[in-house]
């Protein structure tokens, strides 16, 4: 790999890796990142973090930023030990400090009952978090996600039916984890990459069609740009466009509820129901987290608008609602 600050440039035309540079540094202008942050930046090997690292490193000095990079080899291929090899050789390039952790992803799958895709998130974020926490309560947490993996994550939801939260996409900031390339381009980054002469990873399960993300990618995406060229910007302003109204809506439910408590000492009110688009929300936000499912959500509705009293619903998790003269108990 090439260190990008060998490469003296006084414009952006006999800069390869300007476009990266830029996008990181419009990231953190949006992000509010101040001078001198600590942060951990996830980095896998692949293009997308293989940018976020080099452009990271190119603006820390100016910034007086503290690099940590941070890699979980999550082991379920071979060869993915050399790429956390290959990963902390860069950091050490650089002159920044590395933590590289190993995985066991399939047992972690296998015991938690979930998919290997999930664990595996699951799991990096863990990992992350420690990492983050390890290095104080204002340490931020960086990933490289970019506008593709948005648009792609929209479609995802779309497919399942998801309402305004799943169409919000990937949050730019979430607690102490913020996507300063949640705007640019895959396909940009990988090319300021090869002309720069950095290298990077490349996994080749990123292009097996058993992943419905890989579909989503390799086929439906392409399919929508064929339609309409910008059809990455169009689905992430729609994201932009679901998160202020969701975030609208949740507002008006927390107003709700407040509202209906005060009314009944404590239960739910829910003699004058509000529009079924509010009480679902208002129910989410007074169950709180793991939601319930759509299902059980407006079994309760049903229940609660109903004439019938007495009603107890099953909301999983050990959480149930019961239901008598229209007010709602949580328990």
């Given at each position: 790999m090439t260190h990008p600050n060998r490469?003296?440039?006084t414009a952006h035309g006999n800069d390869p890796f300007a476009p990266v540079t830029d996008a990181v540094a419009l990231g953190a202008a949006r992000l509010a990142i101040p001078d001198g942050a600590a942060i951990v930046l996830a980095v896998s090997g692949g293009p997308?973090?293989?940018a976020l690292l080099y452009g990271a490193a190119r603006l820390a000095p100016s910034r007086a930023w503290r690099l940590t990079v941070a890699h979980l080899d999550h082991a379920l291929r071979d060869g993915s030990a050399d790429e956390a090899a290959a990963v902390a050789a860069a950091a050490a390039r650089l002159g920044l400090a590395v933590e590289?952790?190993?995985a066991d992803v399939a047992a972690i799958a296998a015991a938690e009952h979930r998919s290997l895709e999930d664990a595996g998130r699951q799991a990096r974020y863990r990992f992350l978090e420690q990492a983050g926490a390890a290095r104080g309560s204002d340490a931020l947490i960086a990933t490289a996600h970019?506008?593709?993996?948005?648009?792609e994550t929209i479609l995802l939801h779309l497919a399942r039916g998801s309402g305004l939260r799943g169409l919000r996409g990937i949050p730019e900031r979430r607690g102490?984890?913020?996507?300063p390339l949640l705007h640019a381009r895959r396909?940009?980054?990988?090319?300021?990459?090869?002309?720069?002469g950095i290298g990077y990873a490349t996994d080749p399960s990123n292009a097996d069609p058993a992943h419905a993300r890989n579909r989503v990618r390799g086929e439906l995406l392409p399919a929508l740009e064929r339609l309409n060229p910008a059809a990455v910007d169009a689905l992430t302003r729609l994201g932009r466009l679901a998160a202020d109204d969701d975030n609208l809506l949740d507002a008006l439910a927390?107003?709700?509820?407040a509202t209906r408590r005060a009314a009944a000492d404590g239960l739910i009110e829910w003699r004058n129901p509000p529009a079924r688009a509010l009480g679902r929300r208002v129910l989410r936000l007074a169950l709180g987290e793991p939601a319930p499912s759509a299902e059980r959500i407006e079994a309760l509705l049903d229940a609660a608008e109903g004439h019938r009293g007495g009603v107890t619903i099953e909301l999983g998790g050990d959480r149930q609602a019961?239901?008598?003269?229209r007010r709602i108990r949580l328990e």
């Open positions: 490469r003296r440039a997308d973090s293989t590289v952790r190993r970019t506008a593709d993996d948005v648009a102490r984890i913020v996507r396909a940009t980054l990988r090319a300021a990459l090869d002309a720069a927390a107003a709700e509820l019961s239901v008598r003269e």
